[in-house]
């Protein structure tokens, strides 16, 4: 009797990311995945939430576990022409806290560049340079700041993210155990 196994190979970018990303080539078709997600999340005892767009799962965990560096799953499931497909996952914050930082890495790059205008500006009338100089300076280290803030809320959040990647594994590996 021939057994069939279920072998995962998960291709992993690198650590470095804020927001790690990985793909996941399957056996099975982008329906019968998604509906298996769909059941799961459906089960009282799952401590996740779910929502689906298209082929689309956005995986998080449950209200009362969730603090403001908790991180959310997106899945993107790809179908190829041979009934298979492509899982694709991306780890990241909560949209909301995403935005934030982004607003703020914007408005940190914008008055870098105004600093950088004002600078060039007081150099050639021959004005004190000392603001915009001292502004140019801080700035950049406030984005690095942001960088390792962002590094510690990953940190925060890497229990979570495992148990959300456990999750996923175990729900795409649901079948092979039949």
């Not at 499931?77 to 899982?87: F, G, H, N, R």
Request: aromatic fraction near 16%; proline fraction near 4%; charge should be positive.
């Amino acid at each position: 009797m021939s057994e069939k196994v279920n072998l995962l190979i998960e291709k992993r970018n690198s650590e470095v990311f804020l927001r790690p990303r990985f793909t996941i080539e399957l056996k099975e078709n982008k329906q019968e995945i998604l509906n298996r997600f769909a059941d799961e999340l459906k089960k009282e005892t799952t401590k996740f939430r779910g929502s689906f767009v298209d082929n689309h799962l956005f995986i998080s965990v449950s209200k009362k576990e969730e603090h403001f560096w908790s991180p959310q799953l997106h899945l993107e499931i790809i179908e190829a022409p041979d009934e298979t497909s492509t899982l694709k996952g991306l780890f990241g914050p909560k949209p909301q806290v995403w935005t934030l930082f982004m607003f703020i890495h914007f408005i940190i790059g914008f008055s870098f560049l105004a600093f950088c205008i004002v600078l060039y500006t007081r150099t050639s009338l021959n004005e004190s340079i000392f603001f915009p100089f001292t502004m140019m300076v801080v700035l950049p280290f406030i984005w690095v700041i942001l960088y390792f803030l962002g590094k510690i809320g990953k940190e925060t959040g890497k229990n979570q993210m495992k148990n959300l990647h456990d999750f996923m594994i175990k729900t795409i590996n649901y079948k092979a155990n039949f």
